[in-house]
T-cell receptor, first 113, second 111 residues
């Protein structure tokens, strides 16, 4: 059973465009929703994270939108750059229960110059 | 300084062998983890461990076992390796009220 579903699997965006990746979760006990960025040959690195008490969080060009009632959250990358080309993973966890991350399937983003 | 370091980075071994992957973190975190990333890039938790509790993902075969000599280390032992164990294994750590930091990964190839 896939508890966190992510779409799309791959995404091609022109430089300067907006990249949008969506995730949906099933377990209502999840209370921490991070996004990780992974470059080839590297480990995942935290990009931005949100708790369900807010509906949006913005850090630079990256914004998480969170809809608790729909059990969905999304990552928006504004002014996408070629350096943003990577695989993005959404994840969810129960923060006070060991913070074991359940990952979505990943989105391979390519930003064309 | 690397926050979470794993060795080796690459490991090629034959079926049936026993191997270990080492992980060390210098962040002072209490909890360490092992994740497996398969050929389709899907990431899955294998273990969570702190000095009080080991949590095992029920889907992990008992050929896999974590060993923690101290708070800064969590090694992964794998017995009787199978072809399907080929994957990238990531160690991670987190502290109280901090996010998880991942190592660079160990690419295991079983031939």
């Amino acid at each position: 059973q896939q508890q966190v579903k992510q779409s799309p699997q791959s995404l091609i965006v022109q430089k300067g465009g907006i990249s949008i990746i969506n995730c949906a979760y099933e377990n209502t006990a999840f209370d921490y929703f991070p996004w990780y960025q992974q470059f080839p040959g590297k480990g995942p690195a935290l990009l931005i994270a949100i708790r369900p008490d807010v509906s949006e969080k913005k850090e630079g060009r990256f914004t998480i939108s969170f809809n608790k009632s729909a059990k969905q959250f999304s990552l928006h990358i504004m002014d996408s750059q070629p350096g943003d080309s990577a695989t993005y993973f959404c994840a969810a966890s129960i923060w006070n229960a060991g913070n074991m991350l359940t990952f979505g399937g990943g989105t391979r983003l390519m930003v064309k110059p | 300084d690397t926050a979470v370091s794993q060795t080796p980075k690459y490991l090629v071994t034959q079926m049936g062998n026993d191997k270990s992957i080492k992980c060390e973190q210098n962040l002072g975190h209490d909890t360490m983890y092992w994740y497996k990333q398969d050929s389709k890039k899907f990431l899955k938790i294998m273990f969570s461990y702190n000095n009080k509790e080991l949590i095992i993902n029920e889907t992990v075969p008992n050929r896999f076992s974590p060993k923690s000599p101290d708070k800064a280390h969590l090694n992964l032992h794998i017995n009787s390796l199978e072809l399907g164990d080929s994957a990238v294994y990531f160690c991670a750590s987190s502290g109280y009220n901090t996010e998880a930091f991942f190592g660079q990964g160990t690419r295991l190839t079983v031939v």
